[in-house]
């Protein structure tokens, strides 16, 4: 039997209750009819890369139902999007076609962006967990704030994607719990099962994306997904959570995940001239132990540290750095990003800035982990990664990261560094030390607000 844990935060007022309700399937279908007015709506709402939107799950088209969010007050943005400058101005409400929009800040709020932020930062392969399928929960709410509809001349979010729902309260969070394991060590193996498009095709592997309807490619893309299932002894269930259709150069690409992570499939058909098929399998198995929403009754929450050489940039150095991007003078802009990091790195030791990355970052997470009152668990060093610079660039980026063995906890050190064509065995020029982070997630126990709404 499956469990799942469901926390709910619920707060009303008078004026909260005075905005209109609206479905959100209606509001999709008469934008413009809500054009610039203040409602109330009720959906599942998701939080990722260039996406922070809210749509309801029994629309007939789903996909059309999708509204982009953001805050009132001075909230920050909650996605990294295109395009534009997304930042808040302190102690400043958002402002948007004339219209002063605040936020109520209460614990539903609190709660709300909690679950919506909290995910798994390694998926049990050790590879990052960047998607919807990496969340602890899954998020619906009621919303009350102003709407902004999408038309020829204007749109908001990602590339201005969607029309715009601007919060000022939040209401009636629900948070389900997902199969997503809450830390754990797991060992992991891959089978491959590689072929010639046209032997795949006639085991009944094609998916029919080239040579049929929409509706073909559809049923096609999930029958091949059970079969390929099937194959390993395995009999899945395809949702929008677990399963994804794509193209990509030319091929078929259709993979399945399931909802703890555990196991994966992945196939590649290839219908360019190498027309050639690649399946993946991966399966995790527990060896150490994780919390799941049945064993653990408790929240997950994820909190980010960080310190940047940007931060200490004055408002003088912003607006010189942007002329100098507008005026084309990018070896000036870049000289300024490196003095400043030059001097942040001065006010953090200097023992580290002749070593090498992974071994001068490992040194400073030291130091700032004492100050973020942190204990470094055991931590698994991933990669340094060099960008070496741009034909109108002289520094190197160098960004190295460390992971926990439990994929809940990463850590990341960047540096520049100027690029030199030395002779070999020559001295490296010293690092800049640019930035520094932390993603810690874990589970504690519910604090006396939920325990008394559990009762």
Aim: charged fraction near 25%; aromatic fraction near 8%; charge should be negative.
């Amino acid at each position: 039997m499956m469990i799942v844990l469901v926390l709910s935060i619920s707060g009303t007022c008078a004026w909260a209750r005075a905005a209109q309700d609206v479905d959100l399937c209606t509001l999709k279908l008469n934008s413009a009819k809500f054009d610039g007015q203040r409602i109330r709506i009720r959906g599942t709402v998701s939080l990722g890369f260039e996406n922070f939107s809210i749509a309801a799950i029994d629309c007939s088209h789903p996909i059309a139902s999708y509204i982009w969010l953001t805050f009132g007050g001075d909230f920050p943005e909650q996605a990294v999007y295109c395009c534009g400058d997304h930042s808040r101005r302190k102690h400043q409400d958002l402002v948007i076609q004339g219209r002063t929009i605040p936020l109520k800040r209460n614990a539903a709020l609190e709660w709300f962006v909690q679950a919506l932020n909290a995910s798994r930062n390694r998926m049990p392969n050790g590879e990052p967990c960047e998607n919807e399928s990496c969340k602890f929960y899954r998020v619906t709410a009621s919303l009350t704030g102003w709407f902004f509809a999408r038309n020829t001349e204007r749109g908001f979010g990602h590339l201005g994607c969607c029309s715009l729902f601007a919060i000022e309260r939040v209401e009636d969070v629900d948070a389900e719990r997902t199969l997503v394991p809450a830390g754990g060590q797991f060992e992991c193996h891959k089978e491959t099962w590689d072929m010639e498009t046209d032997k795949a095709e006639r085991l009944g592997l094609s998916t029919h994306c080239w040579d049929g309807t929409p509706a073909q490619c559809e049923a096609g893309s999930r029958s091949v997904m059970k079969q390929i299932a099937a194959h390993w002894g395995k009999e899945i269930e395809l949702t929008e959570q677990t399963f994804r259709h794509s193209m990509d150069l030319g091929a078929d690409v259709l993979t399945w995940q399931s909802q703890d992570l555990l196991t994966s499939f992945r196939m590649r058909g290839d219908h360019t001239e190498e027309k050639t098929t690649s399946i993946t399998a991966e399966m995790c198995s527990l060896v150490a132990p994780v919390r799941t929403a049945a064993s653990s009754p408790e929240q997950i929450s994820c909190e980010e540290h960080s310190l940047s050489a940007r931060d200490r940039w004055s408002n003088a150095d912003i607006e010189n750095f942007n002329s100098l991007i507008e005026k084309g003078q990018y070896v000036a802009a870049e000289q300024l990003d490196a003095d400043r990091a030059n001097d942040f790195s001065e006010s953090q030791g200097q023992a580290w800035r002749a070593q090498q990355p992974n071994e001068a970052g490992m040194n400073i997470l030291r130091r700032h982990a004492r100050k973020w009152q942190l204990s470094l668990p055991w931590l698994r060093f991933e990669k340094c990664e060099e960008n070496p610079p741009l034909p109108e660039q002289r520094y190197m980026r160098i960004a190295c990261s460390w992971a926990s063995g439990d994929g809940m906890q990463t850590f990341g050190v960047s540096f520049m560094r100027l690029a030199t064509k030395g002779e070999e065995g020559a001295k490296s020029p010293e690092l800049l030390l640019s930035g520094i982070g932390a993603r810690i997630c874990g589970a504690t126990k519910l604090n006396n607000l939920d325990a008394g709404l559990r009762q």
